[in-house]
Nanobody, 122 residues
């Protein structure tokens, strides 16, 4: 089993910054893609950013130029640096990772964290 734990959420004023972190632990052989999703009240969950095992990063259009995703494979963590935050960024942010638990676990499994709330408000 693998656990993902997010941290770093909170209340911030518009224009401010937050850094979210997600730590993976448990039975980990290798972590493939790592992603951040968010879900605002009454809205569907949406992909915010993703980073492959090779380090290629993607950020969605609504956050492009403001958010940056990074990972530390030595620590099994993925971070989301969020700058110039807007009220519309308010949501629960979820970490997601594709994890292979052993050499023979070729396809791996998808795991989710429980989420961390980000509120952007004055």
């Amino acid at each position: 089993q693998v656990q993902l734990v997010e941290s770093g959420g909170g209340l911030v004023q518009p224009g401010g910054s937050l850094r979210l972190s997600c730590a993976a632990s448990g039975s980990i052989f290798v972590i493939n893609d790592m992603r951040w999703y968010r879900q605002a009240p009454g809205m569907q969950r949406e992909l915010v950013a993703a980073i492959t095992g090779g380090g290629s990063a993607y950020v969605s259009d609504p956050v492009k130029g403001r958010f940056t995703i990074s990972r530390d494979d030595a620590k099994n963590t993925v971070d989301l640096q969020m700058n110039s935050l807007k009220p519309e960024d308010t949501a629960v942010y979820y970490c997601n990772a594709e994890v292979r638990s052993s050499w023979s676990d070729y396809y791996g499994m998808d795991y989710w964290g429980k989420g961390t709330l980000v509120t952007v408000s004055s």
